[in-house]
C-alpha cells in the first residue's frame, strides 16, 4: 500500500492507549486498518513478553516510510505501454508504559468463537440453547416449497 493511504490510519491512533487504538483499528473501513491491527497486535505481544503491563501500554511512535517501488507496465494501444508503480510501506510502532494507569476502557473485547465451536453448538440435540436444528428446517421447508407449482404453472406453452 501507498505510504500517503497507511498514514491516514495511523494518524488516528498515534498516541492512543493500545487497547483504544485496536477498537478504532477494527471499526476502520480503510484497507491499511487490518495491517496495522496487525502490527499492534504483535507489538502488544512483544510488550507481553518482556513483562509490560497491558493496562499501561499506549502507542509512543508510529511512523511509515516508504518502501521499495515495483514497477509494472501496462500494454496501450500501438504498441506502447504505461508504467505502474506499486507503492510499499514500511511501518515501524513502538509502544510505551505510561507512568499512571490509563482509564477503564470504554468497550470490552469479546474473543470470538472458532467455527469449530461453532459448529459443535449447531450439532447438539435441539441445537443451540434448546432450539430446532437448521437443518430440520431446511426439510420441513423444502417439502412445502409451493415455488415449484408457481413455476411449472408460469411456463409458457410454445
Same mark, same amino acid.
Given at each position: 500500500m501507498a505510504p500517503r493511504k497507511v498514514r491516514l490510519v495511523i494518524d488516528v491512533v498515534r498516541g492512543l492507549a493500545v487497547t483504544e487504538a485496536e477498537a478504532q483499528l477494527m471499526m476502520m473501513k480503510k484497507r491499511a486498518a487490518p495491517a496495522i491491527l496487525k502490527l499492534l497486535r504483535s507489538a502488544m505481544?512483544?510488550?507481553? #513478553?518482556?513483562k509490560m503491563a497491558a493496562g499501561k501500554l499506549k502507542i509512543a511512535t508510529i511512523r511509515v516510510d516508504q518502501g521499495p517501488t515495483m514497477k509494472r507496465s501496462l500494454p496501450r494501444a500501438k504498441g506502447s505501454a504505461s508504467p505502474i508503480h506499486k507503492m510499499t510501506s514500511h511501518v515501524s510502532i513502538i509502544l510505551a508504559e505510561s507512568? @499512571?494507569?490509563?482509564?477503564?476502557?470504554?468497550?470490552?473485547?469479546? $474473543?470470538?468463537? /472458532?467455527?469449530?465451536? /461453532?459448529? @459443535? @453448538?449447531a /450439532?447438539? $440435540?435441539?441445537? $443451540? /440453547?434448546? *432450539?430446532?436444528? $437448521?437443518?430440520? @428446517?431446511? #426439510? *420441513?421447508k423444502s417439502s412445502e416449497d409451493p415455488g415449484f407449482m408457481r413455476r411449472v404453472f408460469r411456463r409458457k406453452s410454445g
Open positions: 505481544a512483544n510488550a507481553k #513478553d518482556l507512568e @499512571k494507569e490509563m482509564k477503564a476502557a470504554r468497550f470490552v473485547m469479546i $474473543p470470538r468463537e /472458532k467455527k469449530e465451536a /461453532k459448529e @459443535k @453448538k /450439532k447438539m $440435540p435441539g441445537g $443451540p /440453547k434448546g *432450539k430446532a436444528k $437448521p437443518a430440520e @428446517k431446511a #426439510d *420441513k
